[in-house]
C-alpha cells in the first residue's frame, strides 16, 4: 500500500501551527490511515435505513452512537448501542438511540448516528514507536495487557524495519507462542501484524516530528489487525546532527591513523616513568618501521631520534600525532596539527569530561572539526596494530600478532583485555582505547576493520554509543563478514548509573541496545571474560556449514552438562541417523551410550577417540563437534591431545573443515592439552563444560546472523 | 481451621472401593471442604420463595441451574441463568428456568434448582499438587490463564509447605508483581491464598494416594479466595519404600567409612597400573596411618603389607572395604565383608547398572541390605578424606587441606573436580565419588559433613535424586549451619536425555529442582565452573553481618561492570549516607565519582586503595566490599595485593570482619596478585568483573537461606 506522505504532512502542519504536542484522535487516526494502517471503519447515518447499509458496509457487528454536540456523556444518554448484529438491530439501534438522545435533551441537534466496527476477539497486541537518543526511531511490539506492563516482554527494531525486522519482532517475545494459536485459538495473521509494524516504522521515519506512537491494543485475528486506538506525541525540535562523514572518508582518515607511515609523538619524552617517554620506547622497541618524530619544545633528541618544536617543523608529512601532554595544552597543539594538516590526533591526557572539563574538551573537538582532524580519546591508553608493530600506547608491546581487533572505552578494562590476551597469547591485529569519545566511534573502527584484512574479528567493550544508529547501520553491514562481538556495560540500573558517574554516558534501555544488537547482527557478550573467551576462539573456530551439533565424549558426566551447554547456547543435538548411530557403535564399547551425545565411556584407549572424532568428521551431516575429554591412565591428556590436533589436521586437509571444540575433565595436566589444543585450532577448556560451547555458540550466533547457514 | 481427616477418609475409601482413580465433582468439593478449602456456595431451591431465600444467604450475583436427572444440557434446556443480582430477579429466573424445563421435556423430574454462588472478578490463579518420583508430595501455586500455560510461571514447594513457604510462593512467580495490584487493580488477599496452599499441600500430605490435585481457576480477591473447580486424581499403588536409616545410624555408619581405622583393600595388587596397586599406594603414600588389609587369594605382601586371604581372615575389625576386582566377584566377597561385620564397602568396579547389568547391581544391594553394609558406587574412583590423609581411590593423592568437601555423581566430573581444586590449591576435607549410588546418596553425606568438623561447606555435582525428598530435609538442615551448593546437570531435556543414557537417571523437572533447592537453602550453580568457584570462595569469605555492600574502584569501567554483577547476582549496592561519602572524598581526588561505586580514579597511589578501603571495613554501615583495581605504575599489581591483604588482616585483628572479593583488570603481572589475594583471605580474579561478584553473591544467598542477615 502507498503511503500518503502530503495527508501526514498536512495534518503535522496543523497541528505544528497550533503548537500542540500531541494528534487529536481523528488526526491520529488519520495518518493512520493514510500510512494503510487499519482502525475500525466507521460512518455517520442519518436514517434508520442509511445506519443498516452503513453497518453491511462496515460489516457486523458494529457499534452505534449518538452523534450531538450538545450531547457529551453518550452513554448516559442512552446514545450507545453495543453488539449490533444485523441489519434489523441497526434499524432498532438507531430509533432507540435517536429517541433515547431527545428525551435526554430534547433541544440536542442530533447530527447522526456513527456507526463503528466493533472490534473484538482474537490477541491484544502493542505495536508503538519511541525515539531513542542514541539509536533515534525505533519500532516496539509487544502482547497487550500485563505481559507488556509486567513481565516487560516487549521488542524493539530501528526503524523503518525491513519485512524480516517485522516478522521477527513477532518471535521476538517471550509469550511468541500465543500469536500462533494456543488452547484451541486460531494463529493470528502474522502477515497483517508484519505489515503494521512496517507501517508504523515507515510512518516514523518519514516523519521525524513524530516522537511517540502508539497503538493500544491493535486487535489481532486470523483475518488481520486493526489499532483500536491511536495516539501520537510530536516534537518539532530539530533532531541533533551528528559530525558523520561519509564511509569512504572515514575509511581514508582511519587508515592513515591506525596504518600510519609518520607517527609524531607531541610531548615526547626522554625521561623514564613519562608518558610521552613510554611511547617512544614502545615505538621503537615495539618494531615500528615508520618515521617516528618526537615533539618537545627544548629537547634535541629523544632516544636517537632528531627532535621537533612542533609538527610543524618537521619536514615530511605526519599520518598521526600522539599526545603526552597535560590537557591544558592540547588544544593549542592540535591547533598545529591541523596546521600540519595531520588527519589524526591519539589524545592520551586526561583532565577533560571525565573530570568535569566538558568545556575543554568542547573546545578541542571544535579545534578539531575547524581542520578537519579525527580525535581518538581523549582519557585514553592508545592504540596497538600490530600489523604494523605500531605500539601507540603508554602500556608495554603486545607480542602475538593475529586477527583479532579489541576496543575499550574504558582504560581499566583496556589493561585487563591487553592482560588477558597475553596470557591467552590470543593472536591480536589492533587494541584501541576509545575513553571520552569526543569523536572516533566504535562505527569508525569498524569501518575500518571491514577493509582491515589483518582483521578477522572486532570485540569491544562499550558503555554508551552516542550515535547508536550509525553504530547499528555500520555493525549490519560489518557482522555480515566479520564477526562483531560487544560487551554492553550499564545493563542494569545500578550499572548504568555507574556509567553515568564515569563518563557522563547516558546509558539506554538495555532491552533496547539487546535488540538493536541482534538486529544489526552483533554477538553481544554476558560479561567481561565471555568478551574476552569470544574474542579469542570465534577466529579459532572454522565457521560451520549447518546446524547438527555432535558431542562425542568420554565422561557420561560431561556428555550431560555439555547437552546442557548446547541447549542453552541454541545449538541443536543432531537427531542420530540409524546408519551413522551404527557406525558409531562399531567403534566404542556395547555399553556406550547410542544417540547424541556418543558416549565412548571413560576407560577407552586413544584409538576410540580418534576413530569416533574421524567419523563426526567425515560424515557431511554432521557439522560441529563438541568433545568431552575424560583423564585416563589409558589415554593421558597429551596423548589425547596430540592426537586430535592429528585428527583434525588430517582431515582438514583432506577438506573436512569443521569447527570442533572440547571440554577436559581431569588432574592438572588437562591444562597443558587444552593449551595445546587451542593452539592447535581446538578451542579446549580444562575443568569447564560451559566455556567451550559457549564459545561454539557463539560462533553459530554470527553464522546464523550473517546468512551463513539457516536460522533455526 | 482443623482438617475433617475422616470424611477425607470416607470418601477416599468410597473412590478406592469403585476402582476409581479420580474423584467425581462434588467429592472433590467435598475434601476440599473439609480441609477448608473455600468453594462456591452452594444449595438446591424447590419453590421460587425458596431460590431468593437461599441466594440471599449466599450473596448475590448467584448462578441457578436446573437439577433433573433427565436434563443433561442444561444450557440448550434453558435452565441456567447467570448473574441473579436479586430476591426479584432470582424469583423470576426460577419460573422461568421450571418453565423451560417442562417445555424442554415435559417428563423430566425437577428436583429444583441449584443456587450457585457466581464468581468472578479478582485475578484467576491456579494452586495444586503433584507427585514427583523424587521429591513425592508438591504443591504448585501460578497465575491463570497463559502465565502458567506458555511462560512456565509456576513454582514448587514440598508438600506439606509451612506458613512462609506457601507466601514465598506468592514472590515465587514472575507476574508476582501482579498479586499485589496493577493497573489500579486491588491486591488480592495474600492471607487467604497462603491458607489455601498450606491446606491443599497438607491434605496430599496427610492422603498420599491424592496423587494430582487441581484448584483451576481460584478467584483471588482483595476479601479472600475461592477454588471454583476441583480435580482431584487418585492412586492407590503404596509408595516406594526406600531405605533410608536413621540419622543416627547414618552418622555412626558414615564415621566409620569416612574416617576408618582399618582399611581393607579387596583385590589389592603388587602389580603397577592394577587399580587394586594404585589404592594400597595412594594409602601408603598418601599417609594414611590407620591399619590397611590388602585381600588377595595368592599373594603374601603387597607393598611390606601382610596380605590376607579372605576379610574374614583379618585379626582386628575394619571399617571399610575398598572393592577393586571385577564386578562379577563383588556379591561375593560382599558376603564376607558382612560376616565381618565391616560396616562399608567402597564399591570402584564399574560393570553394573551403568553398563545394564541391573540385576548385578540388584544382587550386591540385596546382600548389602541383608548384612547391613553401607554402600558408596559401584562404578566410582573413590573418596578422598583427607583429615585422616586417607585417599581410597586410584586417582593420586590430595595435596591442600581444608574445610571444602565435594561429590560427583560422574567419575569424569570428579576428576575435573580433582583437577580444578588441586591447581587452584583449594582446602578440601573429602571428595567422594557416588557414581551408580546404589545406595550411599547426597543426603548420606550431607548427614556426615553436617557433623564433621573437618568440613565447613559442600558442593555437589548430582544428575538425579534418588530420593530428593530425603536430601531435601537434610539439606534444609544442613544449609542452615553450613552452605550446601549443587550442581545439578540435566537441566534440559537434551541435557535430561543425556543423564538417562548416563546412568538411566530420571532427570526431573528443572523447575522442581530449582524450587526444592531454594526451599531447602541450597544454592545452585549454573555451570561446573561456578560450582568450583564458589567452592573454593565461599569458605574464605567471612559471613557478612548485612545486605550493604559497596564497590571501591580504580577502574571506573570496572566499577559501571561490577554494578551490572552486583544487580544480577541479588547484591544490593547501599545508598552512601553523606557523612559517609563526605569521608571517602577527603581521600579521593575531586573529579572522582561520589556514591557508590567509590570511584578513586586511575592514577591514585597505594595509600588511596588503602585509606578507602580501611574506610570501608571500619565503618559498621557498610558490610562487604567488592574492588576493582586497575594496574598502573603507581600502584603495580603486587603492591596492590600486599597491602590489601595487610589492610584486611588488620582490620579483622580489630574486630572488622567482612566479606571482601577483588576483581583485578592489568597486564599479566595480575594473575600472580589475584592468587597471593586469594591466598591471604581475598578472592580475587584477573580479567574478571563477574566471578569476584559471583562468589560474593553466594555466600549471601546462603547468609539469607540459612537466616544470618534478613532476606531483601
Known sequence: MAHDKSAVRKILDQAKAAGRSALTAPEAKGIAEAYGIAVPKEGVASTAAEAAKLAARIGYPVVMKIVSPQILHKTEAGGVVVGVKNAEAAQQAFATIVDNARRYNARATIDGVQIQQMLSGGQEVIIGAVTDPAFGKLVAFGLGGILVEVLKDITFRLAPATRADALSMLDGIAAAEILRGIRGAPPVDRESLATMIGNVSQLVADFPEVSELDLNPVFATPEGATAADVRVML???????????????????????????????????????????????????????????????????????KVYKSVKDVPGGIDVAVFAIPAKFVAQALIEVGEKKIPGAVLIPSGFAETGNVAGQEEVVSVARKYDIRLMGPNIYGFYYTPKNLCATFCTAYDFKGVTALSSQSGGIGMAIIGFSRSAKMGVSAIVGLGNKSDIDEDDLLTFFEQDDNTQIIAMHLEDLKDGRAFAEVARRVSKKKPVVV?????????????????????????????????????????????????????????????????????????????????????????????LDAAFRKFIPPFGAAGNPVDITGGEPPTTY?????????????????????????????????????????????????????????????????????????????????????????????????????PL
Open 235 to 305: 516534537d518539532f525540535k530539530p533532531p541533533v546532527v551528528r559530525y558523520r562523514p561519509s564511509q569512504e572518508v572515514i575509511v581514508r582518515q582511519m587508515n592513515r591513523i591506525m596504518k600510519p607511515d609518520a607517527v609524531a609523538v607531541i610531548g615526547a619524552s626522554a625521561e623514564n616513568g613519562k608518558i610521552g617517554n613510554s611511547i617512544m620506547k614502545n615505538l621503537i622497541n615495539g618494531g615500528y618501521q615508520g618515521a617516528i618524530y618526537p615533539i618537545h619544545p627544548s629537547a634535541d633528541s629523544i632516544m636517537g631520534k
Open 610 to 710: 580418534q576413530n569416533t572424532v574421524r567419523l563426526g568428521l567425515e560424515d557431511a551431516r554432521i557439522h560441529a563437534l563438541v568433545l568431552g575429554y575424560w583423564h585416563t591412565i589409558i589415554t593421558p591428556p597429551m596423548v589425547f591431545a596430540r592426537l586430535m590436533a592429528q585428527v583434525v589436521e588430517e582431515m582438514r586437509a583432506k577438506g573436512f573443515v569443521k569447527p570442533v571444540v572440547a571440554s577436559l575433565a581431569g588432574d592438572v595436566e588437562v591444562e597443558e592439552a587444552a593449551e595445546f589444543l587451542y593452539q592447535h585450532g581446538i578451542p579446549a577448556y580444562a575443568y569447564s563444560t560451559e566455556i567451550p560451547v559457549a564459545v561454539l555458540g557463539a560462533k553459530y550466533r554470527w553464522a546464523r546472523g550473517a546468512g551463513l547457514i539457516p
Open 487 to 579: 560487551l554492553k556495560a550499564g545493563r542494569t540500573s545500578a550499572g548504568a548509573r555507574a556509567a553515568n558517574s564515569h563518563t557522563g554516558a547516558l546509558a539506554g534501555n538495555d532491552k533496547i541496545y539487546d535488540d538493536v544488537f541482534r538486529q544489526s547482527g552483533v554477538i553481544r557478550a554476558s560479561s567481561l571474560r565471555e568478551l574476552l573467551d569470544f574474542a579469542r576462539a570465534i577466529p579459532v573456530l572454522p565457521t560451520p556449514k549447518g546446524n547438527n551439533v555432535v558431542i562425542i565424549t568420554g565422561a557420561g558426566g560431561s556428555g550431560v552438562l555439555l547437552s546442557d551447554a548446547c541447549v542453552e547456547n541454541g545449538l541443536p543435538l543432531m537427531a542420530m541417523p540409524p546408519d
